[in-house]
Structure formats: structure tokens, C-alpha cells
């Protein structure tokens, strides 16, 4: 179940980005899904003590997002094709952020070939060559199936569940 939360978070997603340049709309899209990647990874791993809680952050290293990606689908939060979709639009990402003196938008080829790759539901038309809106629709399916998550928390483990003993064995005489 979706916390209405989350759908008012969204809303204001949509409506801040509809006015946003293309380049506005890539980089602040993907700072939202890392947002959500981070609670997602918060409600899938264990409660751990306060005193180890940055640990967190190892599976979620700010500026390494792909690896961030990567982690959540090893974690079950991701699907692999949910992880390509998002690997597709950090690239569009990347390229918009580190392109910034170029007038690059979503209907130049360069992203175009990213968005072309973008798996999207059956209703988006398959002609469309709205880059832009199979962006942000991609963007939506990953944003609530992350929040919709519905796997069963790790378990903190406290202790070894395992404990070598050594028996001393007789050596044989020669």
C-alpha cells in the first residue's frame, strides 16, 4: 500500500517539473529518486544501532549512484529491469549535468538513443518520440514501485550463529 505521502510528493514532483527546462527536469528527477532509493533501502535493511547507522550509507554513497542502483537490486528493492531503466536515466542525467554549455534537450539524438531503451508500460505509444514524457513516466513507475516495497526487512544479527572449536587430535607416532 502507497502512504498518500507519497502521491502528494509526487504531485508536487509533477507540477515543479512541468516548468522545469529538460535539463532542470533529468537532474532534479534523479535527486528525487535518490531520495527514494535511500528510504527504500532504509525500510528493506535492518534496524541497526544509531551508532553504526551511516553504515547505510555504504549502500548508498552519495555521487555513486549506479552503485547505489546496483546495491537495491541485490537487495530485491529493484527488478533488473527496473535497474536498467534507472541506469538509462542516470545516463540521460549525466549527460544533461556534465553537458552544461551545450543546448542539449531531449529531442537530440544523444538522448534520444537513451530514451529509445527506456521500458515503459503498454499504454505509452509506441511511436511517441516524446523522450521528455517516457522520462518522467519512467521516472513515476520507479519512484512508487520503490515506495510500494513490500519485502520483508532484513534481520540485525547481533552475534556469530557459528563457533569453531578446535578439538586436539593425537599425533601419531612415526
Known sequence: MIPQ?????????????ETE???GC????????????VRSMKRRLPDIPKKEAAQLYNFA?????????VNAYLLGILTAEELKNFSLLINIRNEFAHKA???????????KNFTRNIKVGST???DSNDGRAKFLIAAADLYFNMESLGASKLEYKKDSAWETVMIPVPLEKQ
Open 21 to 23: 527546462s529538460d535539463r
Open 101 to 111: 554549455l551545450t543546448n542539449l534537450r531531449f529531442t537530440n539524438d544523444l538522448i
Open 61 to 69: 554513497p552519495k555521487g555513486a549512484l549506479s552503485k547505489s542502483t
Open 124 to 126: 505509452f505509444p509506441k
Open 26 to 37: 533529468a537532474v532534479l528527477t534523479l535527486c528525487v529518486l535518490e531520495e527514494q532509493l
Open 5 to 17: 505521502s507519497a502521491f502528494e510528493i509526487f504531485s508536487r514532483f509533477q507540477m515543479e517539473f
